[in-house]
Each structure stands twice: as C-alpha cells, then as structure tokens.
C-alpha cells in the first residue's frame, strides 16, 4: 500500500509539473447559424475533452485592411425612396451605424449600369470634348440622397470609389452602350470626366476616395453597359492620360486598375506593374469572384501582393448572380440550392467551377480565403434589390444582403446581411491580418488586430455537425463551442 500510495503523489506531482497552469479570457463571441442565430451574443460554453485549437500570433501582421461594404446602385436608392422613412431609416441604420454592420468602403457606378433604372451619361453634348456639359443631374433624386443619408448616419466615416461601366456612345468605336473600345481621340476627355466627376460630387458633399479604371473590361459576354480594354491598353490609358490628369487635379485619389475576376488576374498584374513608368499611378488592383463559386484562387491573389506588395489588393464586387431572390425563407441562404450564371452558360471545361451552392457558405469562405490571401477590402454588389432581385433594366436579376418589397412596405434582411456584418462590424479599417495556426482543417478562421489592439477571429463552420476548439493566445485560452452550420465572430478585448 505504501508502494502504491508513493508512485500515486509522485505521478500526481509530475502531472502538475508538465501542465503549467493555463489562464482563461474573457471573450464575447457573436453567432449567425443556420439554426437561427443572427448575429446573437452567446456565452456559456461547454468544455470538452478532444476540442481542436486555433492559436493566434498578434506580432506575426499581413495586410492592412481597408475596409468591408457594398454598392450604392441606382436601383437600390430608388427602391429606398419608394419605402416609408421607417423601413428606409432602418436600411440606412443597418449598414452605417455603429450598431449595424457600421460599414468603412463603398462603391458606385459612374454613368448608368445594368442595376439602373435606364442608360445615360453624365456627358450627353457629342463631342464636347471639354466637357462643358457635363451633369451629375441623373443621380441627384436617388443615388446623392442615399450616400449622402448614409455619409450623415455613419460615425467612422466610410471611403467611396468609383466605377464607370462605359462612356457615353459618342466617345466610342461602335457608337454604342453595350460592348466597343474607347476612341483614342478622347483618351483625354474620358480622363478629365473622372475629374469632372469628383468635382461634380465634392459640390454635393461626398468626398469620393478612388477610381476603378473600368468595371469588367473585358465585357460581360456584350448584354449590358461595357467598354472594352486589354491589359496594355488600360495600362497606357492609365499612364499617359488618366493618372496625370488625376495628379494634378486630385492627387490623393486612388486609381485601381483591372476591376474583374481573378482568373485572369496575372496578366493584368504583369501589365501594371511592369516598370516604375507603368507603375506609378496605379495604387492597385481591383477583383470579382464570378469565376467561381468556390475557389479563391490563392495562386493569383498571392502572385498579385507579391508583385505589387505595397498596392491595394481589393473586392469589388460580388453577388448572388442569375438568382431571383427568395423572400422571408432563412433556410434556403444556407442550402446548396443556388446557382449563378457559369451553371447554365460556363464552357464544358469550367463547368466544375459553377456547381449549386449555398448563398453565406459562399460569402463567408470567400471573404475568409481572401482575407487569408493578402485581399485589404470586399466590397458586395447591390445592397438593396427587389424580390425579382432588381430593377434591373437588362432584367440581369440577382441577390442582395436585404431585399424589399416596395408595394408591401416590406424589408427582409437575409442571412446575407448578418454574414457581412460578421467582418465589417469588427475589422476595422487600418487593422492588421494576423497570424493563425487551426488543427481543424475543416473550421476556416481568419483574424485580425484592430488599432484599438482588439483582436477579431472569425471561424465558418459549414458542416452538418457541432464542434468544439480551444483559441489560444500566448498562456491564456478558452473552449468555444461552435454550432452546425454557423459562422462566428470571436472578439478579444486590448
């Protein structure tokens, strides 16, 4: 007995001395599930043996973050103006305060685009190569009033770029909206319209932050609003006329060049930074994510920092595309149900990157792979649709985080919109992608340290079952406990 009793204190004092004692913290961690959590606080975790562990490395930085947002399209101003000040109040509240997803970088169209309500130009005189015609005059009932409501909600401020999908018909070889190339003859004129245009805006009140060159410049199969470059061809547009009209007029305003999907990233990159002469007005480098509805495409995204390590490397734009919208059903933003325009019309050899797929497995996962990859902003589509998915004036219907029905005065923020909120909310501008290691390759978690020295972890469980994992930060930890089909957000106070 006496035997038995030494060996028992020994094994005892040697399990004390090889487990040295591992502090808590306090967290507060913020849910969005399947099973009906939207952005809800939740507590009281259950400890469990075999949980996973994700350690976090605050002093091991990537990226700086721009910012998280969407669009102000005319068809969602409009749609706001037929709501009552209520709901339309509440909309604006829900993306731009502080206690909505408080979102930091917007977009714009410049022009018409297909989620407008019909096509015009700010330059309708042919020829007026001076611009002295030149008119905001079609933005000032839906577009100003939105951004302006949402400059005035907004506490933290939030940046605005800008993209024209095409220039008035005159300026171009095909005389036309849809499709052509820009006339070299107003390589001049089209750079002083961007001028024009900041001025025009800075008149209403609304500082704009930057440019994209030209929203999807190799055409969107010739169906609605475009122009058409090739990498070179944007590249000298950009440094012989654009970049030093803008560099003399306005020379903190940002110009990002491509502006569409990331498998064709490279040759576009090679183009822009060339040389120091190619170079040096671009301030980076714009992405969609319509090539696929799963892949990243991290080769890309890598190739594109480690070319230009110093330029933004930002989202402009994504969407549930080729969808109408379903109305007031949860459930089916979380199902494998959707599918986008490659499912019906992508070559054979693509059609593997265009399966159905479920609408926040889609934003969460691309969000996180970018955030993962060197990507500062992501910015959403559309951030109010109807429940056709429009106006839209080419009937090109898709998705948005909150849909309305204007003759109901009805407003449904689908799951979407909580999705969203779990990064802009959080991450804020300036903060600082950090270093992570996950056993659990079947969790996706990134995180990021805000200038307040608060840390924010977001993990995406898209499978069917519960997990448990342990997050680690230096000698403190805590077991979380993460639902099926669930995306949180896990904040650690400075």
């Not at 339309?88 to 979102?103: M, V």
């Not at 159905?356 to 889609?362: G, I, L, M, S, T």
């Amino acid at each position: 007995m006496k035997t038995n009793y030494f060996f028992s204190t020994l094994f005892l004092l040697m399990m004390i001395s090889c487990n040295p004692k591992v502090e808590t913290f306090v967290v507060d961690v913020y849910e969005t599930s399947a099973a009906g959590n939207k952005l809800t606080k939740i507590s009281d975790f259950v400890n469990v043996k075999n949980a996973s562990t994700i350690k976090i490395y605050p002093d091991t930085t990537f990226q700086t973050i721009t910012g998280f947002g969407g669009a102000f399209t005319e068809a969602s101003a409009y749609l706001l103006n037929k709501l009552s000040k209520k709901n339309r109040d509440s909309i604006i509240q829900a993306y731009f305060s502080k206690e909505g997803a408080n979102y930091s970088l917007t977009r714009t169209h410049m022009n018409s685009c297909d989620f407008s309500l019909s096509q015009y130009s700010y330059t309708p005189v042919e020829d007026d190569l001076e611009l002295k015609h030149f008119t905001i005059e079609e933005d000032k009932n839906d577009l100003i009033p939105m951004i302006k409501e949402a400059i005035k909600t907004s506490e933290d401020g939030f940046k605005i770029f800008a993209s024209p999908w095409t220039a008035a018909p005159w300026m171009k070889d095909n005389n036309h909206w849809v499709g052509g190339k820009l006339l070299p003859k107003y390589y001049d004129t089209w750079a002083l319209f961007f001028s024009k245009y900041v001025a025009a805006y800075k008149k209403e009140g609304i500082d704009i932050w930057g440019f994209t060159v030209e929203n999807e410049p190799l055409g969107n199969g010739n169906n609605w609003e475009s122009m058409h470059y090739t990498p070179d061809e944007m590249t000298n547009f950009v440094q012989h006329h654009l970049g030093p009209q803008l560099r003399k007029d306005y020379p903190n305003i940002k110009i990002l060049g491509y502006d569409q999907n990331r498998e064709h990233l490279k040759e576009w990159i090679d183009s822009q930074f060339k040389n120091e002469q190619t170079s040096k007005y671009f301030d980076g480098t714009a992405i969609h994510w319509y090539a696929s509805t799963f892949e990243i495409f991290s080769e890309e995204l890598q190739y594109a920092h480690q070319k230009a390590p110093n330029k933004y490397l930002i989202q402009s734009e994504a969407c549930v595309d080729a969808e109408v919208p379903v109305w007031q059903d949860d459930a089916w933003y979380w199902k494998k149900e959707a599918t986008d325009w490659g499912y019906t019309w992508a070559s054979e050899k693509d059609k593997h990157l265009h399966p159905k797929y479920a609408p926040v497995n889609r934003y969460a996962r691309d969000i996180i792979g970018c955030l993962n990859n060197y990507v500062d902003g992501w910015v959403d589509w559309n951030m109010v649709l109807d429940t056709k998915g429009g106006p839209n004036w080419f009937k090109n219907w898709c998705i948005a985080p909150v849909i309305v029905d204007p003759e109901k005065d009805e407003v449904y923020f689908t799951p979407l919109y909580y999705t969203m909120a779990h990064f802009s909310k959080y991450i804020r501008p300036e903060a600082k992608v950090i270093g992570l290691e996950n056993s659990d390759k079947e969790l996706q978690v990134t995180a990021a340290k805000n200038k307040d020295g608060s840390i924010a972890v977001v993990v995406f469980n898209e499978g069917q079952t519960k997990k448990n994992f342990k997050l680690q930060l230096n000698d403190k930890e805590i077991v979380i406990n993460i639902n099926a089909q669930a995306l949180q957000t896990i904040m650690l106070s400075k």
